[in-house]
């Protein structure tokens, strides 16, 4: 027998208003020395009124749209009520009956059991690989997407647990789908794409790792071809896409074994992910659906959206997804270049300004024949190729190495244009093009005025790299004689040297053929 995964997931989100959700306190307690960032309304003092973020409103409507949810004209804070010490007030304002959004849905790309990304790149490197399926699309429907507040941090030490109420108050939306999901993969990939959407909107910076998105998993099984659901179980903890992938993929692995035992689950059980063991670990046994006595937050009257969809609409930007394909269609970007690209919308802002000024850096320098439109056309492809490799493996690497982020970089996209139009014309060669890219990223700068200040660029003089040639000539005789023999693989070797001598400025072609000519 064998089983299908039925897996729902429950998304936290972290919204990066400047206040939080009720009151005016900072809401980058994050940062903050603990305790520093409350007042009377987060830490749930007596006799004071909750005031709701319209900035938390508005990005929450934006998310919903942006994930196709019906938007809810009327609306309504409700109290849910749990006791634990991060919980100041006693219940936690939420939304129950009439959240923000219902009934949406987001697009994964992917197969089944290919689902993960290396595999789909694998695929556009080598379309002719055999066996992987074509990556298809597959819609996750959303349940309902809502506002609510964070709970404070409880910090637990040797001497005690202690609270910090600098996170209470935090402006959360938390999205629900429905158990469309049958992979770890592909949880992996909606919740990226779910990241990807937020950062896009601004909405939140969405690190895992930062708890700015948090995540809990429901995982059942079924038989093949049954419909029914079975009880599942929830597990928490998840701070990180490959906690989030392990735990559904170790949870999966559990309850095949305890069906093949004959012991499906009959309860709802709640688990926790151990990081460190890398297993999930029972924590209670629910109680059917616990009972937190939702009723309407009596000091927040019920609100209409309809005037914040209509303006929430009309900002909507491009969303990821259409960015991706407009930019391997419009720049001729290879898709795993444009998905890199589209990760962080400052990356995406970046792309399309060297795009839009590169090819007036091409027009510009003498070396391509014919209109704007015509060199477009001719050069789109090669150009785009040539832009995705430097900006997604060149720079961003660099970046990475030097833990420089985006927002700032000293490189501006018209300096990169700059740059890319030096290397497409043959100005500079692959090496040296390294060297320059590193100083402009230490100081930024013109490269153009680098290259020529620091010798960087090809020698185009034939005389110089014949008289660098003649003397690597005459100082390798051995090499010579064993070349004019037959050993031809020695000419790299030659190269090398003449490379060396003219400072890496020569092109390695130019030498080649001068030095061909002059062993013959
Ligand atoms: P609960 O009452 O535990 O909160 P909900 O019905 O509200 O359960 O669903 C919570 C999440 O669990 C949703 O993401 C939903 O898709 C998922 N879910 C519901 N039933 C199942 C099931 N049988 N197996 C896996 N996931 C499920
Ligand atoms: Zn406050
Ligand atoms: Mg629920």
């Not at 595999?119 to 959303?142: A, G, H, Q, V, Y």
Request: with cysteine; charged share 30%.
């Amino acid at each position: 027998m064998s089983y299908t995964p039925v897996i729902g997931l429950e998304i936290h989100i972290q919204l990066k208003t400047k206040t939080k959700m009720f009151c005016s306190c900072d809401n980058r307690g994050e940062f903050l020395p603990p305790n520093t960032a409350i007042c009377p309304v987060c830490t749930g003092q007596p006799g004071v009124l909750p005031v709701p973020n319209q900035q938390a409103i508005e990005w929450g409507v934006k998310m919903a749209l942006a994930l196709n949810c019906k938007i809810n004209s009327l609306s309504k804070f409700d109290r849910k009520h749990y006791f634990y010490p991060d919980l100041p007030k006693g219940y936690q304002i939420s939304q129950f009956d009439l959240p923000v959004g219902e009934k949406g849905f987001l697009e994964i790309s992917g197969t089944e059991e290919s689902l993960s990304e290396k595999n789909i790149e694998d695929l556009e490197e080598n379309p002719k690989k055999p066996k992987i399926k074509l990556p298809k699309n597959k819609r996750i429907d959303i349940t309902r997407l809502h506002l609510e507040e964070d709970a404070a941090k409880n910090l637990h030490s040797p001497e005690g647990t202690l609270v910090d109420f600098n996170r209470a108050g935090t402006p959360l939306v938390e999205i629900v789908t429905e158990p469309d999901i049958a992979s770890a993969s592909e949880a992996k990939l909606f919740l990226q794409e779910l990241q990807n959407l937020a950062k896009f909107l601004k909405i939140s910076d969405a690190e895992m790792e930062k708890g700015h998105l948090r995540c809990d998993v429901n995982v059942s099984l079924r038989p093949v071809g049954d419909t029914k659901y079975y009880p599942k179980t929830e597990i928490k903890n998840l701070n990180s896409f490959k906690a989030v992938e392990r735990a559904i993929e170790y949870e999966i692995q559990r309850q095949t074994k305890l069906w093949e035992a004959g012991q499906a689950p009959e309860k709802l059980t709640t688990r926790g992910w151990n990081d460190t063991e890398q297993t999930t670990e029972e924590q209670r046994v629910k109680e059917g659906s616990e009972d937190y006595r939702y009723f309407p937050e009596p000091d927040i009257p019920p609100f209409n959206l309809a005037a914040v969809e209509k303006k929430a609409k009309l900002e909507l930007p491009e969303l990821p997804q259409k960015t991706r394909v407009r930019f391997a269609d419009e720049y001729g970007l290879s898709k795993s270049d444009a998905k890199i690209l589209t990760q962080d919308p400052e990356w995406a802002d970046f792309t399309e300004q060297v795009f839009s000024e590169v090819w007036e850096w091409l027009t510009s320098l003498p070396d391509l024949d014919g209109t704007e439109e015509e060199i477009m056309a001719k050069h789109r492809a090669k150009v785009g190729r040539l832009i995705g490799g430097w900006l997604t493996s060149k720079l961003m690497g660099l970046m990475a190495e030097n833990k420089i982020d985006i927002r700032l970089l000293k490189i501006t996209p018209e300096n990169f244009a700059e740059f890319i139009s030096l290397i497409y014309t043959n100005k500079i060669n692959s090496t040296n093009a390294q060297l320059l890219l590193e100083k402009m990223l230490e100081a930024g700068g013109d490269p153009s005025i680098i290259m020529e200040e620091d010798r960087l660029g090809q020698v185009q003089d034939t005389n110089l790299i014949e008289t660098a040639l003649d003397n690597v000539i005459k100082m390798n005789p051995d090499q010579v004689t064993q070349y004019r023999s037959g050993k031809t693989a020695v000419i790299q070797f030659l190269i090398g040297k003449a490379m060396k001598e003219t400072r890496g400025q020569a092109d390695p072609q130019t030498i080649k053929t001068i030095l061909e000519k002059k062993l013959k």
